[in-house]
């Protein structure tokens, strides 16, 4: 089981253990804002209710970085999987300036692309192959509130604590 932590000010920080949540709240630096009655945890002497979402009592400063780290996968859901000649689902990661002719690894020169389009352009520019791009890359725009992992399934239950008004 997961449980999302939340900042002092409500924002979301991290998903953690319920376990480890219980600690928490133990421990005096977060309380329970929802809790699962159903499955409770136990120990030797005590029964508590499962956390769902906490929240710490003291704001926690999280260092942001300027930007995101260039990777693979961070291109391609940076372009939704829609490759940028065709926009048709992109699998790969083209250089716009090939590397050959020293395109570099940078948000700004990689794109998803598809396999054939990758193919078919080969080490050469968009501008010689007669192509253009459907969208102008740069770095993504990051969400202080995207959490990693609360994206799946599973958290529907913390909906309301994830979305970009409750930042």
């Known amino acids: 089981m997961r449980?999302?932590?939340?900042?002092?000010?409500?924002?979301?920080?991290?998903?953690?253990?319920?376990?480890?949540?219980?600690?928490?709240v133990l421990g005096g630096k977060a309380s329970v804002?929802?809790?699962?009655?159903?499955?409770?945890l136990r120990s030797m002497s005590d029964e508590h209710a499962r956390p769902q979402v906490i929240l710490l009592t003291k704001y926690v400063r999280i260092p942001m970085t300027r930007r995101a780290p260039v990777s693979r996968k961070g291109v391609l859901r940076r372009d939704s999987h829609r490759c940028a000649y065709c926009d048709k689902f992109a699998n790969t990661v083209d250089h716009v300036q090939p590397r050959s002719r020293g395109g570099r690894d940078s948000w700004e020169n990689l794109v998803a692309c598809c396999l054939r389009c990758n193919n078919v352009k080969g080490d050469k520019t968009p501008e010689e192959m007669g192509w253009s791009l459907r969208r102008r890359p740069s770095a993504p725009i990051s969400h202080h509130w995207h959490v990693r992992g609360a994206d799946r399934a599973d958290s529907a239950q913390w909906a309301a604590y994830l979305a970009p008004s409750a930042a």
């Open 33 to 40: 804002l929802e809790a699962d009655e159903t499955q409770p």
């Open 3 to 24: 449980t999302l932590v939340l900042n002092a000010g409500y924002e979301p920080i991290t998903i953690v253990s319920d376990r480890r949540a219980l600690v928490l």
